[in-house]
């Protein structure tokens, strides 16, 4: 598992092992869990601390930097030209500074279309790479680095046949093929004799370097390499890319954005984006002897490197940005707030105090604040007690906007002509689809795995006589009528008259189904009501076949009669089910395990992790069977092929900004396709009802104005003033007001909103102004308990009274959302304890990335540490832990720290406690 935060993981897995197993997947189960039995606890304590050990250490190669968006900052975009064969092409990258892991759009003009000699490519394409080091003073005009410290080759090793390379454009290895003269003629590294060959090494920043069998390395592979070995210029000569940018977290063989020190100044390692193009001559200078076989040249080797555009890129500092021996303050709770909070630390940490963050799905953070007020804030876009199963707590809760948020249906497409397309419809395959258009019910199928590809292998093709029909296995005669996925649905078609003439290839890999995040969150519930929201959609997933006959998948439906299960399926979901259990063993697999569901369609950990697969157009199908691993199973074969990717995702408007996705526009409920733009999300929040409850929820069914987004989502922060201590209420209120002020600014620089959500308006900041002053001014029976559910609070502000039924019995200050104006979000990063009670910390985390390589021994280390934790943290003043060096903290991959062990401030309850053969010699408290 490889989380966005680590403490996404703990989160999670400390929530879900008390909160017994889950049953969401089940259609017609409640979705309430099963309290904790409390002679489980110990149990539970050990088995938590060693699996969140574990877990910690097996995600220790995880995160990043501030979020910013692709190609944000216009203001450090830099443009360079060719030299020689491509003088006139022009390249330009969107963004050089302040980068972090992101996608970056990388264009060009003046080139020449790309030819193909089959499916592969021939001539006039693209390749990209990122790399670290110094210039080589090799070219004097355009400085960069040396071939051997750039991040390429990492091409597949299996199931090429559909691939566009031929084994050497896409890896390090140098041969010349043109004229058998020439063989192993590279300048230093190609081997003598005929048919001579050799491979450039690869040398990381750590000194490491990489001689032989360079495809797929050690240090980076095809599944986790950033290069682009094929783009594609168009008819027109243009072209363009979205570059996935890494940080050290990401690829550590690169470094890009350490810490170095040079002449006494710190400052992050800079890198270099490498474009190398190819045209119409071989290695040896001349043209193609074969004009019908493809370009063997790897961009690496000595010729076609003498053609490399470099361009400087210039990264955040990975790792620690807030000063030792700060005070950390606890937040936790909605993704949808992440880079936000994030980007905001790195300022507010300034003023002493650290905010963590910690990404838990709402459900579970609003539970964690209604139990005891141990979150200090919660991130939610719902009242306390709106839960089934849950009622709000006793006492005040304060509820401040801090973000308009948005979910998105994000995607990768690119065209792929029918053959019987027109000529101007063929001469666009390959290049990106910019947008398309989703209706309710078409949401709807997409969710409930509806499509006949969607259970892969439910339908088999038998051929007899010359004909061939087609056969669904026992239960599933609903697919045979329903189309192969989204491109072959006429409904689609229909609100997208472009794809008539595309094909996309049938398999559950492609336009199927979303790729969705496990766990539950308010995203996923609003993806549902958005469904819901329609009469057709209702229809549909009540067994009523759409206009052109595709029925939902059974075991998704809303009438109990249809659906094979005998309960209506529940769409007041806060999760994405896998609810059909299909599973199969494929004809001439070899395989001896089934193929299930979600081996079609694999959970991802989070909506970022969603947007970063998207951008890799890999969905995780785990299509192959691997019979040499132990034991053996099935695997996913990576990313798409260039040229043929269709991948869709459910993921947050940030995410998708910041790399760079392409957004669906959604059918609203005044009957217009409308775009998560900023104005779109601003009017959306301005049509929210107020509550009681003083959390005011955008309803898609209700969105009646015109340019409203459906799936807009208000953050709010959400805080029980009685449980917290006055040093804590002034901390928090002081967050308030950055996200009400500062953090409202948009921008991608830290401390900025950044791109992706809409800033809160005139009214929203002042709720939050409000919210702030009654947290500042709010007074307990005794400032120094944790735990008082008693006192009175200052007027104003936005607080609710609730009698522990999840009632209301009073609202005080707030406003009325509207759209009237400007501004947005708060801080990021770290672990949460004490009730929201400062703990000492050494460093600050920044925001998520994917995994890079994980650590030999993080896994036992990490498991080690969690069972030490488990024991420990109650007997956290004895000797045994004070003789650690707390707090301990590990440096994680994508720039965030993690606190294994803390610094804590126990409460008062805990120092007391005497436990027998421990603390002083008269039986003193610990602590």
Known sequence: MTPRYVRTALGTVRERLRRGPDTSAYPGRPHGRPGQHPGARLLLRLTAGA??????????????????????????????????????????????????????????????????????????????????????????????????????????????????????????????????????RDNRYGAGGNFGQGEVPFKSVDGTVITNSTQNNALYSYNTTNEVDFARTGADGTGQQNFEMQTANEAPQLGCGDAVR??????????????????????????????????????????????????????????????????????????????????????????????????????????????????????????????????????????APVVVAGAVIGFTIERRAKSTAPESVQKQSGTKVQSIDLTPRLVAKLLTESYRSSTWGSVTTQHSGGTSTQKAAKGYAWTLNNPAGLVSDPEFVHYNPEFANLAVAENPGTDTDLI???????????????????????????????????????????NPDLNPTGIAFDTSLDSYPKSDPWCTIPANSGATDKQCMTDFHPYVDDMHSG??????????????????????????????????????TITDAASAARYGLQTARLLNASGKFVAPTTTALTVAAATASSTDSGVSPVDPATQKAKNAYPLTELVYAATRPAELKAAARQDYAQLLRYAAGAGQTTGSNPGELPPGYAPLSKALRAKTLSAATVLADWKTTSDSSTTSSSGTTATGGTTNTTTGNGSTSGTTGATTPNASANASAGPSSTASYGGGTAVETTATGTTPADPANALRYAVPVGAALGLLAAFGAPLAGGAGLRSLPLPLRLNLPGGRTVTVLPRLTLPGRLRRLRVPGRGGKDGTPLG
């Not at 963004?95 to 996608?103: A, D, E, I, P, R």
């Not at 003046?110 to 210039?135: E, H, K, L, P, R």
């Not at 997933?541 to 809303?558: F, Q």
């Open 262 to 399: 040079t002449s006494g100044v710190t400052k992050p390692r800079s890198c270099w984006l490498v474009i190398v193009p190819q045209g119409h001559l071989d290695l040896d200078g001349k043209p193609y002897a074969d004009p019908t076989q493809v370009n063997a040249g790897s961009p690496v080797s000595s010729t076609n490197w003498q053609n490399r555009i470099a361009i400087k890129l210039d990264f955040n500092l990975v790792g620690n940005s807030c000063a030792l021996g700060s005070n950390e303050r606890a937040t936790t709770g909605s993704e949808l707030a992440a880079d936000a909070m994030t980007s905001w630390q790195a300022s507010l940490c300034s003023t002493g105090t650290v905010f963590g963050y910690t990404q838990l799905g709402e459900p579970d953070a609003r539970n964690e604040l209604i139990s005891d007020g141990s979150a200090g804030m919660v991130f939610t876009t719902r009242a306390l007690g709106s839960d089934y199963g849950t009622s709000a707590p006793t006492g005040k809760t304060s509820y």
């Open 611 to 648: 947007a970063l697969h998207t951008l890799r157009a890999d969905t995780l199908w785990k299509s192959t069977w691997n019979p040499l691993v132990s034991p053996p199973s099935w695997q996913s074969p990576g990313p798409q092929t260039v040229g043929q990717r269709f991948v869709l």
């Open 51 to 184: 699996a969140i050990g574990a877990l910690l250490g097996g995600v220790v190669a995880q995160a990043a930097q501030p979020a910013t968006a692709a190609s944000a900052d216009q203001s450090s975009a830099v443009t360079a030209s060719g030299r020689g064969e491509f003088a006139g092409m022009k390249f330009t990258v969107g963004q050089t500074k302040h980068l972090t892991s992101q996608g970056v759009s990388v264009s060009w003009t003046g080139g020449t279309s790309t030819t193909f000699a089959g499916t592969q490519f021939n001539t006039d394409f693209v390749q990209i790479m990122q790399c670290w080091g110094a210039d080589d003073g090799t070219v004097p005009s355009n400085p960069g680095p040396p071939r051997t410290q750039c991040e390429y080759g990492a091409s597949p090793t299996t199931g090429r046949s559909t691939w566009p390379g031929n084994g050497y454009d896409d890896t390090r290895a140098v041969i010349y093929s043109a004229d058998p003269a020439n063989y192993g």
């Open 516 to 558: 969705t995040a496990l766990g539950r969150s308010d995203t996923a519930r609003q993806l549902w009501a958005y469904a819901e929201s329609d009469k057709t959609a209702r229809q549909f997933l009540a067994g009523v076949p759409d206009d052109w006959g595709m029925r939902v998948n059974p075991y998704y439906s809303t």
